[in-house]
């Protein structure tokens, strides 16, 4: 079959290269996919990019958590599922419900353990998430990250409610999700963005307040002004926003950690946490197959379709990789594995 591994980290991403693997087998737990279409996130740029880090991935590894497809074949002490159904991979195969623990986070697609850029890939049946049928298997291959990571902070994490206002910042896949998801639970919404035509696709999608954060640096004191701060900060920067994202925090509000986009290294003031009382909090390990359910058990009711940026076929791997790490998608980047 064919197959995509990271065999090196470089900054140009030559060091993700299509080889060929021998078609897996499924044990007695697993099932066996036939993968449709996978999608990137910023965390597989990590894992292939020489100048990121992120923890426990080893290169020669096959890339990407994300991934949707068909069950072929499945082990022989498998019932939940069965060959035919259409099902998503799993970020964390070993979180099936409950709590997120060290053992249950052990193992991570795509970077402790092999992914899904393949034409098929093997996982415990219980970790595979069943898609709605509403969905296309593109659609499918955008939720198990960025889709749940939205989902987990805000819904299960922090108990997102009409009533409530919600700053996103930047137009990406977890942003994006999270904009479709506060808009799904009657939620007030602010998105920042350095492009315009951004901004404008963002109140298509239903943003209520849009912010250029390049000619408005202060954004923090604009989403004050505007809305009277926000409930829940999707903070995907890191330490390069974070500072403006305290200062956009109501009192008492949520300031979920999610992404380092603006780069690691940084100082910041932890007044505005004190003094406003505000709850900050990283969310990794992304979810549990339990969060997945319901997540799209809620998509299904509003019929919610994923944003995809674009789709490019199975050869035009690394430039996927490039036009993500460029900032110049909105929503999510998926590959055509056919």
């Not at 991935?57 to 074949?73: F, K, M, R, T």
């Not at 298509?204 to 390049?214: D, K, M, P, R």
């Not at 994202?245 to 949520?254: I, K, Q, R, T, Y």
């Amino acid at each position: 079959m064919r197959a995509y591994e990271v065999q090196r980290t470089d900054s140009e991403y030559d060091g993700v290269v299509q080889s060929e693997r021998s078609e897996p087998n499924p044990d007695a737990d697993e099932a066996l996919v036939r993968i449709h279409a996978c999608s990137l996130n910023y965390r597989d740029l990590a894992i292939a990019n020489a100048d990121l880090v992120y923890p426990g991935a080893e290169p020669p590894v096959i890339p990407l958590s994300d991934g949707a497809g068909e069950v072929v074949e499945v082990g022989d002490d498998v019932e939940r599922i069965s060959a035919g159904t259409r099902v998503a991979t799993p970020f964390a195969p070993d979180w099936i419900e409950g709590a997120g623990t060290p053992e249950k986070l052990a193992r991570t697609t795509g970077g402790s353990t092999d992914g899904a850029l393949a034409e098929y890939v093997t996982f415990p049946a219980e970790s595979l998430a069943v898609l709605p049928d509403y969905l296309s298997y593109e659609e499918g291959a955008t939720l198990s990250c960025a889709g749940l990571t939205a989902w987990r902070a805000f819904v299960e994490d922090g108990n997102l409610h009409a009533g409530e206002t919600v700053l996103a910042l930047g137009t990406g896949g977890v942003s994006t999700f999270a904009l479709q998801f506060a808009a799904m639970h009657g939620v007030r919404t602010v998105v920042t963005s350095s492009s315009d035509e951004k901004l404008e696709a963002a109140r298509e999608l239903g943003a209520n307040e849009t912010i250029n954060y390049e000619s408005t640096p202060e954004w923090g004191e604009v989403v004050q002004e505007r809305i009277g701060g926000a409930d829940h900060v999707v903070e995907v920067g890191g330490p390069g926003t974070l500072e403006q994202s305290l200062e956009a925090a109501a009192v008492g509000g949520h300031v979920h950690l999610i992404g380092v986009l603006a780069g690691q290294q940084g100082r910041v003031d932890p007044g505005p946490i004190m003094h406003k009382s505000l709850d900050v909090e990283g969310v990794m390990g992304v979810g549990s197959r339990a969060m997945f359910d319901r997540m799209t058990d809620a998509m299904a009711v509003e019929e919610m379709h994923p944003v995809i940026d674009r789709v490019v076929d199975f050869d035009d791997v690394r430039e996927a990789y490039r036009h993500v790490d460029r900032g110049e998608h909105r929503g999510k980047v998926v590959i055509s594995v056919e």
